[in-house]
């Protein structure tokens, strides 16, 4: 994830309306969300808007955008922060969260589940760059192994798919696993494809008339 304009940010709440006068707890966590907005905004960053935590935020988060997620809910709402990250999952972004509760083992689940930056106790403007940047950081390093993993897994399954493909050329036509694996590759130059989508066609052939 490489930015190089202005950051955008999109903040999530699970108060995503004016609470009722007569609800006190309401208005803290309304009040509380203001000064975490304000606060981004000091801190340099723009705010293309502020999300409910609903089965419109997908849609949402897909229109505008945004290049890192800012949850403002208590650090025990472990499934409305599942539901931001579920809300990601074909466009993944940093969600970082912050919280009025310090609580290790709720920590622990929302980094488990996709937070990679957990902030507790207030929003200094100060503080506020270093947090977004350790966020991105932390994200790329993560998207890269997840990276890196996926590709291994790969790698794996289409040399299993050439061993199959060799292994069957080995029974039915007598050969050793050399000739096996030239003869496979001598087809894949010819027709400009790929060892392993060589070994994949034979073997969905094999399949057709076995």
Request: without cysteine; charged residues 25%; negative net charge.
């Amino acid at each position: 994830m490489s930015v190089t304009h202005e950051l955008r940010l999109a903040v999530i709440t699970l108060s995503a309306h004016v609470p009722d006068l007569a609800d006190q707890e309401g208005w803290d966590e309304a009040l509380r969300l203001r000064d975490l907005v304000h606060g981004l905004r000091v801190g340099g960053y723009q705010i293309v808007g502020v999300l409910g935590a609903d089965a419109q935020l997908p849609d949402k988060l897909n229109a505008l955008a945004p290049d890192v997620l800012i949850v403002d809910a208590e650090s025990g709402a472990r499934d409305a922060i599942e539901h931001v990250v579920w809300a990601t999952r074909d466009a993944p972004r940093p969600i970082v969260l912050f919280t009025e509760e310090h609580d290790p083992a709720h920590m622990r689940e929302a980094v488990a589940a996709g937070v990679v930056a957990y902030v507790v106790a207030g929003l200094a403007p100060e503080r506020v760059r270093p947090i977004i940047d350790v966020a991105i950081a932390r994200f790329e390093h993560e998207q890269g192994l997840r990276g890196e993993l996926a590709r291994a897994k790969g790698q794996l399954a289409e040399r299993v798919v050439v061993d199959r493909a060799k292994a069957m050329l080995m029974q039915r036509h007598g050969l050793l696993e050399p000739q096996a694996y030239a003869r496979l590759r001598t087809t894949a130059m010819n027709q400009g494809l790929t060892i392993h989508e060589v070994a994949r066609r034979l073997l969905e052939l094999a399949d057709l008339f076995t």
